[in-house]
Structure formats: C-alpha cells, structure tokens
C-alpha cells in the first residue's frame, strides 16, 4: 500500500469513526455531538476574547461565567468568557435577552 492510499485510508477510518461517536443516530439526545458543540463555542469565544486583549492592552481576562443556550438540540452550558472592564462580549452569542433564532441554528 502505497503512502498516500495508507493516508486515505486512516483518514477514513477516522472520520467514520468520529461520525459515529459525535453523530450516531442510536441517541436521540447525542450527548457527545452536545459536549463537541459546548466545548467549540467555548474555544471560540476564548480565542475571540485572546484576539481582543492583544487589541485592547489596558484590559485584562476576568475569568467566565456560565450560560445556557437554548438551541433545538437543547441547552448548551458553555463558560462566555469576560474582561475586567466588561466591554467585550462574544460575537458569536446572541443579543441579550434575545432567543437563538434560525440564523443561529444554521452557523451552529
């Protein structure tokens, strides 16, 4: 098996393999597409926050709260993190005290 057959083939069995494991149909709850999706959101919010406090010297990381979001899978408990001077919110959460809509459900 040549080099590049074997890396298709590992490819593969990868891909099937996280398919099933985050995508499996046997769960109607998918317990684990809902962790992969909590711990996304809350990579990306962190990495927007990072990007933010290289643009913004004079503040700083003030840990995270807690949230749930309400999305047709159910709610998702992410961490949003927070600046000490409270002007940074992630982009990718919803306007406050605004539901998640279809345009959200479509990027998720």
Not at 1 to 20: G, Q, R
Not at 26 to 42: F, G, N, T, V
Not at 62 to 90: A, H
Request: a negative charge; hydrophobic letters at 30%; charged letters at 30%.
């Amino acid at each position: 098996m040549d080099k590049n057959t074997y890396y298709e083939t590992v490819k593969n069995m990868a891909v099937e393999k996280v398919l099933n494991q985050y995508c499996s149909d046997s769960d109607p709850s998918r317990p684990a597409l809902k962790k992969l999706l909590e711990d996304l959101l809350d990579w990306f919010m962190l990495s927007e926050r990072q990007i933010y406090l290289l643009k913004n010297e004079n503040d700083k990381g003030n840990g995270f709260y807690d949230r749930k979001l309400g999305t047709p899978m159910g709610n998702l408990e992410i961490s949003v993190p927070r600046t000490r001077t409270g002007d940074f919110r992630p982009h990718i959460l919803p306007e406050p005290y605004k539901r998640v809509d279809e345009s959200y459900t479509d990027l998720l």
